[in-house]
Each structure stands twice: as C-alpha cells, then as structure tokens.
C-alpha cells in the first residue's frame, strides 16, 4: 500500500503561483508513475502532469504546458506542483495519484492505483 497526502492548495489572484506537494509513504519503492490531475465542480477528472518517479522523465497537458512544473524529491518522497502564472480556468481541486506499472503511461486517472484525498486550488480574476 501507498498513501498520499496533498498540500498547498489555497485562494490566489489570477497571474499568482502556488505550489502542491504530494508526501507518499508505505510501499514508495512500488511506485513507477506519479501524477497530478483536477477536477472541477461539474467536469470530468483531467491529467495535469506526471512524472516517472525513478527516472525522472515528464508529461503535461497542454492546458499547463510553460506555467506548471511537476518535480519530484526522492530522498523525501515527495512530488511537487509548481503552479505559476495561474488562471481562474485552473480552479479544481488537484488530487495527486501514484501506479505501480508502466502500462499506459501516467496520463489515464483510471490506471492509477492509489490517490491523495485532494487539495482545493481556487483562482481569482
């Protein structure tokens, strides 16, 4: 098992940063895929960034691509969120996910295997 924890969500202005963090514990050395996804109030669950959590290798939606960067700190177990030049569009909340497997890669939610309990992000205009 693999237990995830998010913080540093919170109420900015538009053009503000804020930056999640993920804390995994358990079973971390399973983990081959982290990744962040956001759900806001009436849509479906959506892919931001991921990360291999060995390796180091990335993958963004374009809808964050230049104005997010997702960072990963091995000694600490901890994935990072850098979120800058944000928009009221990016208001959901952001769950952070972890998978075992290499399989399908780190953009489909629905092959991840465990998940944070989520952190509100709320933008302002």
């Known amino acids: 098992q693999v237990q995830l924890v998010e913080s540093g969500g919170g109420l900015v202005q538009a053009g503000e940063s804020l930056r999640l963090s993920c804390a995994a514990s358990?079973?971390?050395?399973?983990?081959?895929?982290m990744g962040w996804f956001r759900q806001a109030p009436g849509k479906e669950r959506e892919f931001v960034q991921g990360i291999r959590w060995n390796a180091g290798n990335t993958g963004n939606a374009d809808s964050v691509k230049g104005r997010f960067t997702i960072t990963r700190d091995n000694a600490k177990n901890t994935m990072y969120l850098q979120m800058n030049s944000l928009k009221p569009e990016d208001t959901a909340v952001y769950y952070c996910?972890?998978?075992?497997?290499?399989?399908?890669?780190?953009?489909?939610?629905?092959?991840?295997?465990?998940w944070g309990q989520g952190t509100q992000v709320t933008v302002s205009s």
């Open positions: 358990g079973r971390t050395f399973n983990i081959y895929y």
């Open positions: 996910a972890a998978k075992v497997t290499a399989n399908w890669g780190f953009s489909l939610a629905n092959t991840y295997d465990y």
